[in-house]
């Protein structure tokens, strides 16, 4: 299956681990990734306000390029935008969302965008690769793993953008449980835990580091105290503020104890027998690699 | 039949002036009386110092162009611009690196574009202005620097930036991040620049220094290119 894809800023520069293993485990369930020939910034974070409509130019005109994918042959009848990125996947939603519900903006927009060649029409769709792997199955993904993950418990975390608001989440906000249904097919055992879908403090890690290493120390505390060995997330802030802030963390509260965390498809790959080149765990703060192996799993 | 020339009203800065059709901005312009000491260059579209902007007749947009590239037209409105004041970050190239944190640091504003692409509708090069700022917010030099290649750095796009972005001073540090560290070296610059620093081409310099213009001119249109 080819599909069209939105690759994101982040997945191009810092998060490039996140990007490698999604596209090589894909491949190995029958997902070809078509990156978006042309690309811009998300937008990220959707704008909210009635009257401002010119922050919906980025997102909608990201789904232009996947109607000029369909008519230069590049994906065939697939209208459907795949996202790794979290953040990119809210972002887009919801502008997507709100233009199919206010026609007004919409034309606003395109006229706006007269040097496109097409007008969007609404009729894209924003899917997350979770959503995606769910529809294929999740016995396509038991039936690739080659290297048990058994030994490994994994505490999924969700944060907000996957979730919030209801009508973009890919599950249900309180109780979701696409992430442990994944975990589950890798071999490995979900952890149940209480802040699987706390924020993690978002941009507050810019201007208001404070805040973030506490709900860092309370998320991550949690994750352990819960059994977790590893926590898996499928968005870049998320993960900056989880694991490379537990130097911060770390320097408040000594006592704190570091605990890996990784994007979902990095251990996709390592299920997958997939090469160390492609799981990308140097590209973590915390590199899982001794607690993996400690749990006889070889990278 | 009569050889009158043909003559088309402009308003340059709101004044009505009678100028030769077919004449360019510039030369209307000069043709109306003003001498122009800024905002003039090469006159062969190569420069980039002589930004415009006017507006046709019947037409509410507001177009930028090079004022010795653009033609007149009946009832259009003139103004050049002689010099825009856009801010220029100093920095040491071989301080540097050819990665995003560069960008960050020296270019803040290009993490505020929102992808309204008016740059890339003021742009008289035709440049893809948008999406090299966007390759530069993904960290990606090489292609931003590809992208804005054709730029003379007329500073339109900067004028009409709603996000502020000094796009055509961040494409020139794409380049020049491009050319010291990422592209690929070629052996043949090496050597050329080795063979001017040893005077091998002092002769024909000298010569070319005391050639008239026509002379000149006449040489390099009829110049050989070897290619290996």
């Known amino acids: 299956m080819k599909i069209p894809y939105y690759p994101g800023c982040t997945l191009k520069s810092t998060a490039k681990h996140f990007e490698i293993s999604a596209i090589e485990s894909a491949k190995k369930i029958g997902i070809e990734f078509v990156e978006l020939p042309r690309w811009n910034c998300c937008g990220v974070v959707a704008s909210l306000a009635d009257d401002d409509i010119m922050h919906n130019l980025a997102p909608v005109r990201n789904m232009i390029r996947v109607l000029e994918m369909n008519r230069d042959g590049l994906v065939k009848d697939e209208k459907r935008l795949l996202t790794l990125c979290s953040m990119c996947f809210n972002t887009l939603s919801r502008a997507n969302n709100r233009i199919k519900k206010k026609s007004d903006d919409l034309d606003i927009l395109n006229d706006f965008m007269y040097k496109e060649d097409i007008d969007y029409d609404g009729s894209v769709e924003i899917i997350h690769f979770l959503e995606i792997i769910q529809e294929l199955g999740f016995d396509k993904i038991e039936k690739n793993v080659k290297k048990s993950l058994s030994n490994l418990k994994i505490a999924p975390y969700y944060g907000c953008m996957l979730l919030r608001p209801k009508d973009v989440g890919i599950d249900d906000p309180e109780r979701p449980t696409i992430f442990e249904k994944f975990i589950t097919s890798l071999s490995a055992k979900p952890v149940e835990w209480n802040n699987k879908n706390k924020c993690c403090g978002s941009f507050l890690t810019v201007d208001n580091k404070e805040i973030v290493v506490e709900l860092g120390n309370d998320i991550l505390t949690d994750a352990k105290n819960s059994g977790a060995d590893i926590i898996v997330t499928s968005c870049p802030l998320c993960a900056f503020n989880l694991d490379n802030r537990q130097k911060n963390i770390k320097a408040k509260y000594p006592e704190f104890k570091e605990i890996p965390v990784v994007y979902f498809t990095q251990l996709m790959a390592l299920a997958f027998g997939l090469s160390k080149e492609i799981t990308g765990f140097d590209g973590n703060f915390i590199n899982p690699t001794k607690l993996l192996k400690s749990k006889n799993i070889e990278i | ?228």
């Open chain 2, 1 to 228: 039949m009569s050889n009158k020339q043909e003559m088309v009203k402009v308003f340059i800065m709101g004044e009505a002036h009678e100028v030769p059709a077919g004449s360019t901005i510039i030369m209307a312009f000069e043709y109306a009386g003003y001498q122009l000491k800024k905002g003039v260059g090469c006159r062969e579209g190569f420069c980039g110092a002589c930004a415009t902007v006017y507006r046709e007749k019947g037409n509410y947009k507001l177009q930028g162009g090079l004022a010795c590239q653009t033609v007149v037209s009946d009832g259009m409105s003139l103004v050049q611009i002689p010099f825009v004041p856009a801010e220029k970050p100093v920095y040491d190239m071989d301080k540097i690196t050819p990665d995003i944190n560069t960008i960050k640091e020296l270019f803040p504003t290009v993490f505020r574009c929102v992808s309204c692409n008016t740059c890339t509708k003021a742009c008289p090069q035709d440049i893809q202005v948008m999406d090299y700022i966007q390759a530069l917010k993904q960290g990606n030099i090489a292609k931003a620097a590809d992208l804005s290649f054709d730029c003379i750095r007329c500073g339109l796009c900067a004028l009409r930036c709603p996000a502020e972005i000094v796009q055509y001073n961040a494409g020139t540090l794409a380049r020049r991040l491009y050319g010291k560290y990422l592209a690929k070296k070629s052996p043949e610059l090496k050597n050329r620049v080795e063979e001017i620093n040893d005077g091998k081409y002092k002769k024909e310099i000298q010569e070319m220094k005391e050639m008239d213009r026509t002379k000149l001119s006449e040489k390099y249109y009829t110049r050989e290119i070897k290619l290996k």
